[in-house]
């Protein structure tokens, strides 16, 4: 912050300085529009003072959007924890339920070990 400040003060120096030895009157026309005899250092100060408020002005906007936009990702972030919340609950739950046989799930089906009888126990 300090070093935007001292860059602004060293600049408004140079304007300042720049007005001052071109202070010659000059004829403004624009468009339809004209001024005679104004002094250049006035039409200079008064385009650096326009200048800094544009400048200023997209700033505000910029900062306004990004407002906007922080709240917006807040929100979905919210959204987005509660349903991690409620998942990690759903799983932690999952979890605890004692896990189920995987020979109940087959039916009545015989486990391999039964299925190899050997001759002996046929005769």
Known sequence: MQV????????????????????????????????PRVPLSLVILASVVS??????????????QMTMRIRELSAKNGQLEKTLDELKAKLAKDTAKPDTVIGQASGNQPSDQS?????????
């Open 115 to 123: 299925k190899s009888v050997s001759k002996k126990e046929c005769d």
């Open 4 to 35: 935007y400040l001292i860059m602004a003060l060293v600049f408004a120096l140079v304007v300042a300085v720049f007005a001052v030895q071109n202070a010659i009157a000059v004829d403004i026309q624009f468009l339809f529009w004209g001024l």
């Open 51 to 64: 200048g800094a408020v544009i400048v200023f002005v997209v700033g505000i906007m910029h900062q306004i």
